[in-house]
Nanobody, 125 residues
Framework: QVQLLESGGGLVQAGDSLRLSCAASGRTFSTYVMDWFRQAPGKEREFVATISWTGGNTYYADSVKGRFTISRDNAKNTVYLQMNSLKPEDTAVYYC??????????????????WGPGTQVTVSS
């Protein structure tokens, strides 16, 4: 089992950058594929990015490709989401997630085994 806790959210202006972090408990962090999802008010939770166990493979939603970068540091049990060129439509609660299988594509919410509580990101125009 793994527990996840996000940090780094906040209020920024369009065009700014923000880095989210997700700290994981437990000694098995490197055995989990890690993801970021987001949920805007009144919308479904949507996939943002995923990274494989060692960080060698990543996959992004089309809406963030080229602007967001997912990375991980297994020595620190932490996964990151660097968000550049933020847009108002990026406003959402961002969730860290973990699961075992590498899907090589978008991840569905029901494929996730563990969730963090989320961190709010607000981008003003």
């Amino acid at each position: 089992q793994v527990q996840l806790l996000e940090s780094g959210g906040g209020l920024v202006q369009a065009g700014d950058s923000l880095r989210l972090s997700c700290a994981a408990s437990g000694r098995t962090f490197s055995t989990y594929v890690m993801d970021w999802f987001r949920q805007a008010p009144g919308k479904e939770r949507e996939f943002v990015a995923t990274i494989s166990w060692t960080g060698g493979n990543t996959y992004y939603a089309d809406s963030v490709k080229g602007r967001f970068t997912i990375s991980r540091d297994n020595a620190k049990n932490t996964v990151y989401l660097q968000m550049n060129s933020l847009k108002p439509e990026d406003t959402a609660v961002y969730y860290c997630a973990a699961h075992i299988t590498w899907y090589r594509s978008s991840v569905y919410a029901d494929q996730v085994d563990y969730w963090g509580p989320g961190t709010q990101v607000t981008v003003s125009s």
